[in-house]
């Protein structure tokens, strides 16, 4: 098992930057796939970002050229820089992994652990 702590969120006004963290303790952290999920009020939960071992990135297009995932294996840490804030990026951000490290599946079921999220704010 792997336990997913998020940090780094907060308020943030439009065109600001945050970046958020994601702490994995247990087993091996090279050995997952890791995402960023969010979800906004009354919204289902949407893929972000997902990298793989090997370095494989997806994001969903509404965050291509203004968001960056990465990984620190050697920190077991997942990061995401989030650049060029608008409202709609609004909503608890999720970190997620997957036992299987190649490829990074988009939806949700396809994840096996979850962190608690941290709360992304921003004010127009």
């Known amino acids: 098992q792997v336990q997913l702590v998020e940090s780094g969120g907060g308020l943030v006004q439009a065109g600001g930057s945050l970046r958020l963290s994601c702490a994995a303790s247990?087993?091996?952290?090279?050995?997952?796939?890791m995402a960023w999920f969010r979800q906004a009020p009354g919204k289902e939960r949407e893929f972000v970002a997902g990298?793989?071992?090997?370095?494989?990135?997806r994001y969903v297009d509404s965050v291509k050229g203004r968001f960056t995932i990465s990984r620190d294996n050697a920190k077991s840490t997942l990061y995401l820089q989030m650049t060029s804030l608008k409202p709609e990026d609004t909503a608890v951000y999720y970190c997620?992994?997957?036992?299987?490290?190649?490829?990074?599946?988009?939806?949700?079921?396809?994840?096996?652990?979850w962190g608690q999220g941290t709360q992304v704010t921003v004010s127009s």
């Open positions: 247990g087993r091996t952290f090279s050995q997952y796939t």
């Open positions: 997620a992994a997957r036992s299987v490290p190649i490829l990074v599946p988009t939806t949700t079921r396809r994840y096996d652990y």
């Open positions: 990298i793989d071992l090997s370095g494989g990135i």
